[in-house]
Every structure is written in structure tokens, then in C-alpha cells.
């Protein structure tokens, strides 16, 4: 498995942007498909948005279209999600999680994902 940290959460105004950092380590990168998640307090961890090894026709959640973009560099080994004119709905830890054996159709899936980070916190105040 390889091991995930994320950086780039923090507390800003609605309508500001974010990016977040996903590093990837301990395995070859090859052909992982990757993913961001989040979890709000007392809510379960929700699918935000998941991306192929080649970085094509990434998904996102109806809540985020639009506003999020998921991208991957491969050759740094690092999944970025960019946040813009972010909500305080988006508050919530988020993680990012990789699939070792690729992407998978149920790309929103919690179970599909081997790996996990340690999560970073977003809050977004009105």
C-alpha cells in the first residue's frame, strides 16, 4: 500500500478557494486510481471526486461540479484538489484515498479505495 498525506486545509471566508495536496508514497504510483473524500461531523465520509492514472474524465460529486477540480502529477506522485467559491456546507475533514488495482465504476465507493490518508481539516464560515 503506499501511504497518503494530505496538506493545504485551513478556515477561510465562503466564496474563497483552496487547494488541497495528496502525496503519495512507499509504492510505485503506477496505475493507482485516486480519490477525495470528505467527512462533515456526525455524517458519514462522502464521495467529492476520483481520478484515472491518466488523469482523464475525472468524477465528481453533484455537490462540488463545478466548483472542484481534481488533477494528478505523476510524476510527483501528488493528487491536488483545487476548491473555489467554497460553502460552509464544504466544511468537513477531508481525505484522500488510492485504488491499487485502478479505477473502478463504483469510483464512489468508500470499500473501493486500499488506502487512506490521515485527513485535513477545511472549515468555510459565512
Known amino acids: 500500500q503506499v501511504q497518503l498525506v494530505e496538506s493545504g486545509g485551513g478556515l477561510v471566508q465562503a466564496g474563497d478557494s483552496l487547494r488541497l495536496s495528496c502525496a503519495a508514497s512507499?509504492?510505485?504510483?503506477?496505475?493507482?486510481?485516486m480519490a477525495w473524500f470528505r467527512q462533515a461531523p456526525g455524517k458519514e465520509r462522502e464521495f467529492v471526486a476520483a481520478i484515472r492514472w491518466s488523469g482523464s474524465s475525472p468524477y465528481y460529486a453533484d455537490s462540488v461540479k463545478g466548483r472542484f477540480t481534481i488533477s494528478r502529477d505523476n510524476a510527483k506522485n501528488t493528487v491536488y484538489l483545487q476548491m473555489n467559491s467554497l460553502k460552509p456546507e464544504d466544511t468537513a475533514v477531508y481525505y484522500c484515498?488510492?485504488?491499487?488495482?485502478?479505477?473502478?465504476?463504483?469510483?464512489?465507493?468508500?470499500?473501493?479505495?486500499?488506502?487512506w490518508g490521515q485527513g485535513t481539516q477545511v472549515t468555510v464560515s459565512s
Open positions: 484515498a488510492a485504488r491499487r488495482s485502478g479505477f473502478s465504476d463504483r469510483y464512489y465507493s468508500v470499500r473501493q479505495y486500499d488506502s
Open positions: 512507499g509504492r510505485t504510483f503506477n496505475n493507482y486510481a
